[in-house]
């Protein structure tokens, strides 16, 4: 390995590479010899490894403190094309190592979550061989999404963005033969895969006109001649950030490509955890924030960032109302907080969509730890399997006294998410909602009903999953579990109360400290809007209390107190508003038809036609030819007879 | 002197009738007759021209002809015996397993 430095400042940030080739290292240990260190070792390495990068995240936070203008570490010459020169280089500044700290650092918590979560449920699913399987897939994905923060240019930043895609693959399908008909999680992985690719194309168009207008592609450059570009070629900046926009649609799962993150809950539950809520989709927003200087040339691509962001926002909001499995409410609260960040970075609040995407991670992350906690808790006490769905919430209930420390965890997580003032998931939303009244007021009354939206289908899966009666025998005899999934738990509950801090009103330490990467405007803290957003965040619960904690359900059948009152909308909102199917009828459903019109009638018909047609033709031709030679000498004779005399009457007579 | 067209003539008469015993009949040793009347006609065409210019190329060739025409019936006398040995026949018609 090559280690030169470009602008080293501080010797910490040699360390740089470490940050992937720790997870990589732990991903090459476990391949070779985790199944022979069985599942502590294996699990262990694969701590220690995530470990490893937080540690390494810390110390390259405390090497930018002293010198905040961060560095670039050159780790090899990857290829030199014409005047394109590119190499493996990280760039440490304030917004990757923040990035890189979310990613180990919650990364790692999920990771000893996993060791326990996944004991549990490969032998639930009767393959314990798993194991180790599960823990290469995971540190590859660490590995991955570290070269995505840490490039210092746009193709090695789409390495990292395909590689995390390729985890996601992975992991989605983790029990590839599970799911409906056997099929459903595989389908759900290549679901993933397809639409994520849909805005992967769009990312490398964009990466490929960048290229041809700019000629480089390490950020420093392009945006460096962002401005001059956009003086003479405006439409160019603005044709790479659309396209930009597209790969961030897909990746991060915004209208019109979110369709793919409620699918990928087929994956184990730390896989949502980890990927498909805390660090993954926000791959999105950080290529916005990265980006930043070539959205500031582009206005309108900005605008159109910002409204794809709120319309995600309550549409996905919407739909988390109508949901009854666990994982799904909060896959759709997932896609609903994601467009809050994209709607941030849209108008230009970048610190506010940072905050929110690290106090998104502590508090989804939680979230997602505490369900999947409840899912185990269910699946263990479910001795006469007779449960069908343990991950439906009509089957639970109850939960409150008998998983103590998932609920005040969960309940932590709501509230964070909700944005009960102090905790974490308050302050970040507040930036941003400031953020959008200064902007536009559509913008702001969207967030906000989003908002109202967010603590409805909280209070709801809070009420249903732990209050009123156990509806179900596993319900009924759920336990508590191990140290080893609460002490994760409880940890990210503690980052989801005190995240705030983080950036706190009159503090601002995350805005001074992005300041060093990113052009920061000083954001307000507006009373009148943090009253408003708790006016709804209280009237949100009222309503929720009123219709699930007032009069809890009673059996798991109950058609859902909404459904008598909203009628169609609420069909509506419990299919999805029929998206899926939309798609599958604009999309999925014309291309097999052309793919069945192409393999029956053209390449059986036509193509196999004219390769079978041009064989009997020679068949028959040779056949023909066949009957000359009739064995008989003396017709030969005749015939050599016939041609030296035509052959000579020419010559003669020509 | 016996003007040179009368031998070009009977040396095409000749000719011709090889071809026609080679073409007609099935015989094969007959065929091998016709075969050599045909040589014969080449040779007193070339033994004609060779007298008419006083050339001696034409002499040369007739010498060839003999000659390989020689080693051809031998040859080809051998295949009729074997052929003969596995048919118990000549005739040319019941060699056509070749036939496509």
């Given at each position: 390995?090559?280690?030169?430095?470009?602008?080293?400042?501080?010797?910490?940030?040699?360390?740089?590479?470490?940050?992937?080739?720790?997870?990589?290292?732990?991903?090459?240990?476990?391949?070779?010899?985790?199944?022979?260190?069985?599942?502590?070792?294996?699990?262990?390495?694969?701590?220690?490894?995530?470990?490893?990068?937080?540690?390494?995240?810390?110390?390259?936070?405390?090497?930018?403190?002293?010198?905040?203008e961060?560095?670039?570490?050159?780790?090899?010459?990857?290829?030199?094309?014409?005047?394109?020169?590119?190499?493996?280089?990280?760039?440490?500044?304030?917004?990757?190592?923040?990035?890189?700290?979310?990613?180990?650092?919650?990364?790692?918590?999920?990771?000893?979550?996993?060791?326990?979560?996944?004991?549990?449920?490969?032998?639930?699913?009767?393959?314990?061989?798993?194991?180790?399987?599960?823990?290469?897939?995971?540190?590859?994905?660490?590995?991955?999404?570290?070269?995505?923060?840490?490039?210092?240019?746009?193709?090695?930043?789409?390495?990292?963005?395909?590689?995390?895609?390729?985890c996601?693959?992975?992991?989605?399908?983790?029990?590839?033969?599970?799911?409906?008909?056997?099929?459903?999680n595989?389908?759900?992985?290549?679901?993933?895969?397809?639409?994520?690719?849909?805005?992967?194309?769009?990312?490398?168009?964009?990466?490929?006109?960048?290229?041809?207008?700019?000629?480089?592609?390490?950020?420093?450059?392009?945006?460096?001649?962002?401005?001059?570009?956009?003086?003479?070629?405006?439409?160019?900046?603005?044709?790479?950030?659309?396209?930009?926009?597209?790969?961030?649609?897909?990746?991060?799962?915004?209208?019109?490509?979110?369709?793919?993150?409620?699918?990928?809950?087929?994956?184990?539950?730390?896989?949502?955890?980890?990927?498909?809520?805390?660090?993954?989709?926000?791959?999105?927003?950080?290529?916005?924030?990265?980006?930043?200087?070539?959205?500031?040339?582009?206005?309108?691509?900005?605008?159109?960032?910002?409204?794809v962001?709120?319309?995600?926002?309550?549409?996905?909001?919407?739909?988390?109302?109508?949901?009854?499995?666990?994982?799904?409410v909060?896959?759709?609260?997932?896609?609903?907080q994601?467009?809050?960040?994209?709607?941030?970075?849209?108008?230009?609040a970048?610190?506010?969509?940072?905050?929110h995407?690290?106090?998104?991670?502590?508090?989804?992350?939680?979230?997602?730890?505490?369900a999947?906690?409840?899912?185990?808790?269910?699946?263990?006490?479910?001795?006469?399997?007779?449960?069908?769905?343990a991950?439906?919430?009509r089957?639970?209930?109850?939960?409150?006294?008998?998983?103590?420390?998932?609920?005040?965890?969960?309940?932590?997580?709501?509230?964070?998410?909700?944005?009960?003032?102090?905790?974490?998931?308050?302050?970040?939303?507040?930036?941003i909602?400031?953020?959008?009244?200064?902007?536009?007021?559509?913008?702001?009354?969207?967030?906000?009903?989003?908002?109202?939206?967010?603590?409805?289908y909280?209070?709801?899966?809070?009420?249903?999953?732990?209050?009123?009666?156990?509806?179900?025998?596993?319900?009924?005899?759920?336990?508590?579990?191990?140290?080893?999934?609460?002490?994760?738990?409880?940890a990210?509950?503690?980052?989801?109360?005190?995240?705030?801090?983080?950036?706190?009103?009159?503090?601002?330490?995350?805005?001074?400290?992005?300041?060093?990467?990113?052009?920061?405007?000083?954001?307000?803290?507006?009373?009148?809007?943090?009253?408003?957003?708790?006016?709804?965040?209280?009237?949100?619960?009222?309503?929720?209390?009123?219709?699930?904690?007032?009069?809890?359900?009673?059996?798991?059948?109950?058609?859902?107190?909404?459904?008598?009152?909203?009628?169609?909308?609420?069909?509506?909102?419990?299919?999805?508003?029929?998206?899926?199917?939309?798609?599958?009828?604009l999309?999925?459903?014309?291309?097999?038809?052309?793919?069945?019109?192409?393999?029956?009638?053209?390449?059986?018909?036509?193509?196999n036609?004219?390769?079978?047609?041009?064989?009997?033709?020679?068949?028959?031709?040779?056949?023909?030819?066949?009957?000359?030679?009739?064995?008989?000498?003396?017709?030969?004779?005749?015939?050599?007879?016939?041609?030296?005399?035509?052959?000579?009457?020419?010559?003669?007579?020509? | 002197?016996?003007?040179?067209?009368?031998?070009?003539?009977?040396?095409?008469?000749?000719?011709?009738?090889?071809?026609?015993?080679?073409?007609?009949?099935?015989?094969?040793?007959?065929v091998?007759?016709?075969?050599?009347?045909?040589?014969?006609?080449?040779?007193?065409?070339?033994m004609?021209?060779?007298?008419?210019?006083?050339?001696?190329?034409?002499?040369?060739?007739?010498?060839?002809?003999?000659?390989?025409?020689?080693?051809?019936?031998?040859?080809?006398?051998?295949?009729m015996?074997?052929?003969?040995?596995?048919?118990?026949?000549?005739?040319?018609?019941?060699?056509?397993?070749l036939k496509?």
């Amino acid at each position: 390995m090559l280690l030169s430095e470009v602008s080293l400042h501080d010797p910490v940030f040699r360390l740089a590479p470490l940050v992937i080739f720790l997870p990589l290292a732990g991903v090459i240990l476990n391949l070779l010899i985790g199944r022979r260190l069985g599942e502590l070792g294996a699990g262990l390495i694969a701590c220690l490894a995530g470990a490893g990068a937080f540690a390494v995240s810390a110390a390259l936070a405390f090497g930018l403190k002293s010198s905040p203008e961060g560095a670039i570490v050159l780790i090899w010459r990857w290829f030199q094309v014409g005047n394109l020169d590119l190499n493996w280089s990280l760039k440490v500044d304030t917004l990757s190592v923040t990035m890189m700290l979310v990613v180990s650092g919650v990364g790692t918590l999920i990771h000893i979550y996993a060791t326990r979560y996944m004991h549990s449920d490969v032998r639930h699913h009767h393959e314990p061989g798993r194991y180790t399987r599960f823990f290469v897939f995971f540190n590859l994905f660490l590995a991955a999404m570290m070269v995505l923060v840490s490039a210092d240019n746009f193709l090695m930043l789409f390495v990292g963005w395909e590689g995390v895609g390729l985890c996601s693959y992975l992991l989605i399908g983790f029990w590839f033969e599970g799911g409906e008909g056997g099929l459903g999680n595989a389908r759900a992985a290549k679901k993933a895969f397809v639409v994520n690719r849909i805005g992967d194309f769009g990312l490398l168009i964009a990466i490929f006109i960048m290229l041809g207008a700019f000629g480089s592609l390490e950020f420093s450059r392009v945006f460096a001649a962002a401005p001059a570009v956009t003086a003479t070629a405006p439409g160019v900046v603005l044709a790479i950030t659309l396209f930009m926009l597209l790969g961030v649609t897909g990746k991060s799962a915004q209208l019109p490509l979110f369709v793919w993150l409620p699918d990928a809950m087929a994956g184990p539950t730390p896989v949502s955890a980890l990927i498909h809520a805390a660090t993954m989709v926000t791959a999105g927003v950080y290529l916005v924030a990265r980006s930043q200087p070539l959205f500031v040339q582009a206005p309108l691509a900005a605008d159109v960032v910002l409204w794809v962001g709120a319309i995600t926002a309550l549409f996905a909001g919407t739909i988390a109302v109508g949901q009854y499995d666990i994982k799904k409410v909060l896959a759709y609260s997932t896609i609903s907080q994601l467009g809050f960040m994209v709607a941030a970075v849209g108008m230009g609040a970048v610190v506010a969509g940072m905050f929110h995407l690290i106090t998104h991670a502590f508090f989804k992350a939680l979230l997602f730890l505490a369900a999947g906690s409840v899912i185990l808790a269910l699946e263990e006490a479910d001795h006469g399997h007779d449960l069908q769905d343990a991950q439906d919430m009509r089957v639970m209930g109850g939960l409150r006294s008998r998983l103590p420390v998932t609920f005040w965890t969960f309940l932590i997580g709501a509230l964070a998410l909700s944005g009960l003032v102090p905790l974490a998931g308050f302050f970040s939303k507040d930036e941003i909602l400031v953020a959008a009244q200064q902007k536009s007021p559509a913008v702001f009354i969207i967030l906000l009903a989003a908002a109202f939206l967010t603590a409805f289908y909280m209070a709801r899966q809070v009420f249903l999953v732990f209050f009123g009666r156990p509806r179900s025998g596993a319900a009924e005899h759920a336990r508590e579990n191990p140290p080893l999934i609460t002490v994760p738990l409880i940890a990210l509950a503690l980052l989801s109360i005190f995240g705030g801090v983080l950036n706190l009103p009159g503090v601002h330490t995350l805005e001074h400290w992005l300041e060093h990467s990113l052009n920061v405007t000083p954001a307000k803290f507006v009373l009148w809007i943090a009253l408003v957003s708790l006016a709804v965040l209280a009237a949100a619960v009222t309503l929720a209390w009123l219709l699930y904690g007032r009069k809890p359900r009673a059996t798991a059948r109950e058609a859902d107190p909404l459904a008598a009152r909203l009628g169609g909308l609420y069909r509506a909102l419990e299919a999805r508003w029929k998206v899926d199917e939309f798609y599958s009828w604009l999309v999925v459903r014309p291309f097999e038809r052309a793919a069945e019109f192409l393999s029956s009638i053209f390449d059986l018909k036509l193509i196999n036609g004219l390769g079978d047609g041009l064989g009997a033709l020679v068949q028959s031709l040779s056949t023909a030819a066949s009957r000359i030679q009739n064995g008989f000498v003396r017709s030969y004779t005749l015939v050599f007879l016939v041609g030296v005399t035509a052959i000579l009457a020419y010559l003669l007579l020509r | 002197m016996i003007p040179l067209a009368y031998y070009i003539a009977l040396s095409a008469v000749m000719f011709t009738l090889g071809v026609v015993g080679v073409i007609l009949r099935r015989n094969a040793l007959v065929v091998f007759m016709s075969l050599e009347l045909m040589f014969n006609a080449a040779n007193l065409a070339f033994m004609a021209f060779a007298s008419y210019y006083q050339a001696l190329s034409g002499q040369m060739f007739v010498i060839f002809v003999m000659a390989v025409a020689a080693a051809e019936v031998a040859v080809g006398l051998a295949l009729m015996v074997a052929i003969f040995k596995a048919k118990k026949a000549v005739d040319v018609d019941e060699m056509s397993s070749l036939k496509g």
